[in-house]
């Protein structure tokens, strides 16, 4: 029996009980008709309406698990049709689990809703999403390899860690022109997805394209740490300062390290906030040693910290703290 | 010494970000600035070009009919950075460029991608109001997530805007800290409004805070707050 229906007066919710049936019903608005659209357990879907307003249902896998669902109407309950149908179905299926209040849609202001995912419950592995994302024999040109332009430092650091990678654990990313090529198969979720046109898209860390250039850098990610390294080199086209690389540059490479490792670490998407400390400029064509950590991951977000230094540690670049927002992405249909 | 140390460092050629062609109105009585004769000949990128969208010319008139009045100021931008290394070392000096000879392209980041590919923007500056203002265009080359920008890319436009913001109250300035919140992601090839100003001065750090908008003022993307230290030390002298 659902026990409570909204109280706001441009958004509202349902509950459910909290053990329940495993699907999960998911009440989606379309103007002027309510829908109900049945969900397997595999399948996410996030709606986007018109004032904003996200609809996004969940599955529980296992019972014993925390199942959540946050369903947010534009117009107040009244205006819900009165079909016997669909009041039966939003009782047996609806299961809320806490924090909706956190979820309060202010009118006027859209916000994609957060929703919980157990990593263990939901969503892919870091394995699976490593191997999905390290494919080999792509045909697709790998920028994240040495070249004539990287100093002796990068060069160095860069086979010490290769050689991790086969006695440590670590990996080594592939750097693709377009976020596009890491996640083929993959889409994001209906409602956020852009028109196309994308033939010429380039990923922002990989815009410039003469070698040295611009940014010069390789992603190393730990699969059970939750750890990266990340050896940046900026080239004169990143410069601000004279001599020195522009603050908006390690910010973006900063942004991208966390991007990568907070998808693989559990398919965070979107960043959310972003808190910079700068300390030192960057000296152009030297090389920078991100260090980036997963803190912890909680109520559907990530959090992330980075400190920037040089090789041996005696320069601290920059410090900053990030958080992700985790948003599984989904197949694309078969054509 | 010192004080000419530091008025070559104000000079507009150590700027970080877009930067004006005439001294920052708070500094009437320095000398006016070096000419540039030694470097190629510069090209003001503020200004419409076939790879901006109909959304960016209309808000650039818009902008314009506002600096009838004289209120409103567009800031010019340019491409190259001055050779001017030496004074960043009186507030670096732990710093070691590379010589310049190993770069001989060295261009201003958020200008250093071809026309429409990557940062289109023009800056406004309100010196009544006491605020800066940029419509930005983020190209093809700024993608993030599939469709959508890079927050690298807003990032450095907001760093960009904010420095702006305060180069006209407190001179050239560096970045200390940098704190942005984003709400809603920006599609690729769209255009945003950000709107900075200055919040505070507390001894030698200013304060300064932006938001990201889009066109029509509806949907807000991002918010940061920064705050700035300026290089020159001898500004409020």
Known sequence: ???????????????????????????????????????????????????????????????????????????????????????????????????????????????????????????????????????????????????????????????????????????????????????????????????????????????????????????????????????????????????????????????????????????????????????????VGSLAVLNVDVEKIEDQKLYMSCIAQSRDQQTVYAKCSGVFFQLPLEKESPQ | MLRSGALRLCAPGVLRGPRRSAAPPTRESRPPPRSFASEVIRVDLSLPNPSWSKDMRLLFDQFMKKTEDGSWKRLPSYKYVSPQRTEVKTFFPDGKPVKEDHMPQAQLFPRSLEEGLGFEYAMFHNHVENRTVCIFQGGPYLQGASGFLHGGAIATMMDSTLGVCALTAGGVAMTANLNINFRRPIPLCSVVVINSQLDKVEGRKLFVSCNVQSVDGKTLHSKATSKKMPLCLFSLV
């Open chain 1, 1 to 283: 029996m659902p026990k409570h229906i909204c109280s706001s007066p441009s958004a509202g919710w349902g509950l459910g009980p909290a053990k329940g049936p495993k699907h999960l019903w998911v009440l989606c608005r379309t103007s002027p008709a309510l829908h109900l659209q049945r969900q397997t357990a595999a399948e996410s879907r996030v709606t986007e309406r018109d004032r904003g307003l996200y609809c996004i249902g969940r599955t529980k896998v296992h019972p014993e698990s925390a199942p959540l669902l946050c369903c947010f109407l534009k117009s107040p309950p009244a205006v819900l049709p009165a079909q016997p149908q669909s009041s039966a179905m939003l009782k047996r299926g609806f299961q809320v689990a806490g924090r909706l209040s956190q979820h309060r849609v202010l009118p006027g202001v859209p916000r994609v809703l957060p929703r919980l995912n157990l990593t263990s419950a939901f969503g892919s592995s870091t394995d699976s999403l490593v191997s999905r994302f390290c494919l080999e024999k792509t045909g697709l040109k790998d920028y994240a390899v040495p070249n004539a332009s990287w100093c002796p430092d990068m060069l160095s650091l860069y086979h010490e860690l290769q050689e991790k990678t086969k006695t440590d654990g670590w990996v080594k990313l592939p750097s693709f022109k377009s976020n596009r090529d890491h996640i083929q198969g993959l889409k994001l979720p209906f409602g956020l997805s852009v028109a196309s046109g994308e033939r010429d898209w380039r990923i922002f860390t990989r815009c410039v394209q003469g070698e040295g250039q611009g940014y010069e850098y390789v992603i190393f990610f730990h699969p059970s740490k939750k750890k990266s390294i990340c050896l940046f080199q900026p080239g004169p086209y990143l410069e601000g300062a004279p001599g020195f690389a522009h603050g908006g540059s390690l910010a973006a490479m900063m942004d991208e390290t966390f991007s990568k490792t907070a998808y693989l670490a559990g398919e965070g998407l979107f960043t959310v906030s972003l808190n910079i400390r700068f300390k030192n400029l960057i000296p």
